[in-house]
């Protein structure tokens, strides 16, 4: 499939099951405005129209007119008027330029889907360029990091590197930018196992944002699956952009540190029946979509965006799996953060887990072997999944985002359910042999407040989106702050400075993989904007001019990893379950109330019960973790051992300063409103 050369010439094939004819459009510049040769593919096999052009080498751009019925009401879209993208090109010749010709229907006031539209978008589509695979890897290896052993670092490549002072100017927000020297020191400095990269498959900004003056900053809105995105390469030759791709992770693979790719499968950047015509609708529309059964000129919507992809098709689903295939097999890439996957696993009436795709994933010995990462939901019935993803697949847990958060910001009851999150989940995820690595923990990601803003701000502040605040999750999870946004006001920087310990040592000692949101342990702020997808500014941009206070939060965050990376009960593989240990002669876990006493079923039931002790007990340690979420001190009596022990204290969220305090057992030992503070018996 696609455009391949093989020394002498190149082969074209793309899939049209319902065209009438295919015609192979070349152009011999981006600048064309007119193709200069128009070539009828007369080969067709299984729906997969095809010719061998000896003439034909890496270079070359191109494109396709495919010719059918343009009958939207019985799902067909057919518009030769328009040139589409490969779906299978490898680079990008020519990007596309907004236009109303690239709509299949008259772009008028009055626009009807119904009614197709000739004029000729050649000057204007997105093109593929022939391509010829060639990189030398060296002695590139896989770190092959073991899931309980990872911890995800989620980042943008532009956003990551834009303001970065010590990245050269002309690389900055770039693949190669993101791999230079001073991010890399800063990625494992932190104890970063794997960088998780929001989508840089090619993408197209939605018209409605350009003409707002904003983008599709994220990136949500995939236009090639195979494709890198251009405008994040310093290189401007298309070959060259590939190969600055592939040594970004090379570089990472050198450090130690795993690629993970964020990526949309579920939908694409045509959109709904008002969308442009650029690649898949014009190709073959009642093949590559998901249509409404009693109204195929409607799309299923699964996604929000506009339109489903269908993986029910085998041949769509063989276009995925062939993606994901070049990720791993020719740009070395570690594994997956699945958008929206919920929506990958739909049959025709309802979402199947032991459905083809996965379980053709699952069979594929390269697939098989990667990180794979489900956004378990969707926006269709039935859509939240959480927990239900099979072996070896692991799931985004937003109940562990809502519990400690919850928990935190001392909501009544609420300690229960920030319990089991701690302990790794299990009432999701210890089914079908799944291990706690299963969840990935997180209170912080890209959609959303960051860290900073999460402590900063009472409600959303969206207002620069253009979108009269209606816009991102409305729901209030932050504090209760007084006055918003950034101070100088001493104690309020000291408590949210303690918030933010909470946050970021609770996920470092909780069970399951963690994973942290890019610039949180910067003190990254975007004034208030809890859903800045199209904010391609310095709003999204890290800033690397840290204050005191964030290299003070820097310096925590690097402590506490490090404490979950060298001490094996920080970072146990284990659920904690409270069951009895025989060769410790102890339970894995024991929850003590502040009086030393343990904790009684009854005790549980308690709305306004927000202090706790967790005591656990290793071969080759002990530690006594403290939560208290309450308004006020509570002095715990922590388990009394013989001299010469004593208790050191490992993290206190109040006072960082006292790490490495001795405390003789015995001794009472006070924390005050809402902290966490970790002891380990020495």
Same mark, same amino acid.
């Given at each position: ?7 002498? !010439? ?8 319902? *065209? ?7 152009? $011999? ?40 019925? /343009?009958?939207? &009401? ?30 299949? /229907? ?28 060639? /990189? ?62 929001? +989508? ?19 990136? /949500?809105?995939? =236009?090639?699956?195979?494709? +890198? ?31 993970? =790719? ?12 008002? !969308? ?101 939901? %969707?926006?269709? #019935?039935?859509?939240?999944? =959480? ?13 562990? &985002? ?15 359910? #920030? ?69 100088? $006001? ?12 909470? #946050? ?18 910067? !003190? ?25 206070? %964030?290299?003070?939060? =820097? ?30 002669? *102890? ?26 002790? @967790? ?34 204290? @490992? ?12 405390? +003789? ?7 005050? +409103? ?9």
């Amino acid at each position: 499939m696609g455009a391949t050369f093989d020394g002498s !010439g190149t082969n074209f094939a793309i899939f049209a099951k319902h *065209a009438t004819s295919v015609e192979l459009c070349l152009f $011999d510049s981006p600048e064309a405005a007119r193709e200069t040769h128009r070539l009828p593919l007369q080969e067709r096999t299984q729906g997969v129209w095809h010719a061998y052009l000896p003439a034909i080498g890496p270079g070359q751009l191109y494109g396709y007119r495919i010719h059918g019925p /343009y009958t939207p &009401r019985q799902g067909h879209r057919f518009n030769p008027f328009k040139v589409l993208l490969d779906p299978y090109a490898k680079a990008l010749g020519r990007p596309l330029k907004w236009s109303d010709e690239l709509f299949s /229907y008259r772009f008028t006031k009055r626009r009807s889907d119904l009614f197709m539209d000739r004029k000729d978008s050649a000057a204007c589509a997105p093109l593929g360029m022939v391509v010829e695979e060639h /990189y030398d890897w060296g002695e590139d290896k896989a770190p092959l990091v073991p899931w309980d052993k990872t911890l995800i670092y989620e980042t943008h490549v532009k956003g990551m590197t834009a303001l970065h002072p010590k990245v050269p100017r002309e690389l900055r927000g770039t693949y190669a930018g993101l791999a230079s020297e001073p991010v890399i020191r800063h990625l494992q400095e932190l104890g970063i196992t794997a960088i998780e990269l929001l +989508p840089v498959h090619l993408h197209a900004d939605d018209r409605h944002l350009e003409d707002k003056g904003t983008t599709n900053y994220w990136g /949500y809105n995939t =236009l090639s699956f195979f494709i +890198p995105h251009y405008e994040y390469a310093a290189a401007q030759d298309p070959v060259l952009a590939i190969h600055e791709f592939r040594n970004m992770v090379k570089s990472f693979h050198n450090a130690g540190i795993e690629v993970i =790719l964020d990526v949309v499968y579920n939908h694409t950047a045509e959109g709904n029946q008002f !969308g442009p015509t650029l690649n898949f609708r014009g190709i073959d529309n009642a093949s590559y979509y998901r249509l409404e059964p009693n109204n195929p000129r409607f799309y299923q919507n699964f996604s929000g965006c506009g339109n489903t992809l269908n993986l029910r098709h085998p041949q769509v689903r063989q276009l995925v799996l062939d993606s994901l295939r070049y990720w791993v097999g020719e740009m070395h890439v570690d594994g997956f953060r699945f958008d929206l996957a919920t929506a990958l696993a739909r049959g025709k009436d309802s979402v199947e887990m032991n459905g083809a795709f996965f379980r053709e994933i699952n069979e594929d010995p390269l697939l098989n072997k990667t990180k794979l990462i489900a956004e378990p939901w %969707d926006l269709g #019935f039935d859509g939240y999944q =959480l927990g239900n993803f099979p072996p070896p697949w692991t799931e985004w847990n937003d109940k562990f &985002r809502s519990a400690v958060r919850n928990y935190w910001k001392s909501t009544p009851g609420t300690l229960p359910d #920030f319990i089991s999150r701690v302990c790794g989940s299990g009432w999701e995820f210890d089914t079908k042999g799944r291990p706690p690595s299963a969840s990935i923990n997180f209170v912080t990601c890209h959609d959303g407040f960051t860290l900073q803003d999460l402590v900063s701000y009472n409600s959303k502040h969206n207002e620069a989106n253009g979108e009269n605040n209606r816009d991102g999750e409305s729901h209030n999870l932050s504090w209760n702050c007084g006055v918003e946004g950034p101070t100088d $006001d001493p104690e309020t920087v000291s408590r949210r400075q303690k918030h933010k310990r909470n #946050f970021m040592a609770t996920l470092m000692i909780s069970i399951g993989t963690p994973m942290i949101l890019g610039g949180d342990e910067l !003190g990254h702020t975007q004034l208030g904007n809890n859903n800045a997808y199209c904010q391609d500014s310095e709003l999204s941009w890290l800033n690397w001019d840290l204050s005191p206070t %964030d290299q003070e939060f =820097l310096e925590f965050t690097k402590h506490v990893i490090r404490l979950r990376r060298t001490e094996p009960l920080l970072g146990r593989t284990e659920y904690l379950t409270g069951r009895f240990l025989p060769g410790l002669r *102890a339970k894995d876990v024991l929850w003590l109330k502040p009086s030393g006493q343990e904790m009684k079923q009854s005790d549980w039931q308690s709305p306004n019960l927000l202090c706790i002790g @967790m005591w656990l007990v290793g071969a080759d340690s002990t530690f006594f973790i403290l939560m208290n979420a309450g308004h006020s001190e509570q002095v715990f009596y922590p388990p009394c051992y013989r001299a010469p022990h004593s208790w050191t204290t @490992m993290i206190h969220t109040s006072v960082p300063e006292r790490h490495g305090e001795q405390i +003789p057992c015995g001794t009472p030992y006070t924390l005050p +409103p809402r902290t966490l503070a970790a002891l380990k018996l020495s």
